[in-house]
Each structure stands twice: as structure tokens, then as C-alpha cells.
């Protein structure tokens, strides 16, 4: 099992950053790939942007040029600097890490961008 927290989150202006966090515990060599997943109001969860084990990255089409994922293997946390925010990216935002089969799941960490 592998248990996730996320910190980082808040309201910030349009334009402006956020750097969100993920700290792993539990049997996180087993962890397959990570990812960042939002949600928004009335909406259907989203997958933001997601790195493997060895280390290859993809983005969501609305979130390219403006988001990274990264990591810290010493530090067992994922980050998402988020650049350039933009009303639409207001969500909750999930961190998620795969150990096939299963995906598990941070409680999530609220972002709000105001125009």
C-alpha cells in the first residue's frame, strides 16, 4: 500500500504560479508511475500530468508549456509547478500513484485562480 499527501494548494491570481507537493510513504518501490489528476466543479476528474518509474513525463493537451511534474527520489515527493494559471485550471488537484493493479489516492488539495 502506499498512502499520499498533498500541500501546496491556494488561490492565486491569473498569471500567477503554484507549486504543488506530494509526499509517498509505504511500498513506494513498487510504484509503477505518479501522477497529478484535478477536478472541477460539476466536472469529470481529469488526468493534469503523469512521470513513470524510469522517468518519462506527458501533459495534458490544456496544461503543455505552462505545467511540470517532477520528482524527488531522496525525498520520495512529486511535484507540479504550475505557471502561467488560468481560471479554468481552478480544481481540486489529486496526487495518484499507480501499483498495478491498483491507483491510489491523496485527499487532494484545492486551487483556486481568480481572474
Known amino acids: 500500500q502506499v498512502q499520499l499527501v498533498e500541500s501546496g494548494g491556494g488561490l492565486v491570481q491569473a498569471g500567477g504560479s503554484l507549486r504543488l507537493s506530494c509526499t509517498a510513504s509505504?511500498?513506494?518501490?513498487?510504484?509503477?508511475?505518479m501522477g497529478w489528476y484535478r477536478q472541477a466543479p460539476g466536472k469529470q476528474r481529469e488526468m493534469v500530468a503523469a512521470?513513470?518509474?524510469?522517468?518519462?513525463?506527458n501533459y495534458a493537451d490544456s496544461v503543455k508549456g505552462r505545467f511540470t511534474i517532477s520528482r524527488d527520489n531522496a525525498k520520495n515527493t512529486l511535484y507540479l509547478q504550475m505557471n502561467s494559471l488560468k481560471p479554468e485550471d481552478t480544481a481540486v488537484y489529486y496526487c495518484?500513484?499507480?501499483?498495478?493493479?491498483?491507483?491510489?489516492w491523496g485527499q487532494g488539495t484545492q486551487v483556486t485562480v481568480s481572474s
Open positions: 495518484s500513484a499507480l501499483l498495478v493493479p491498483r491507483r491510489y
Open positions: 509505504g511500498s513506494i518501490f513498487s510504484i509503477n508511475a
Open positions: 512521470i513513470t518509474s524510469g522517468g518519462a513525463s
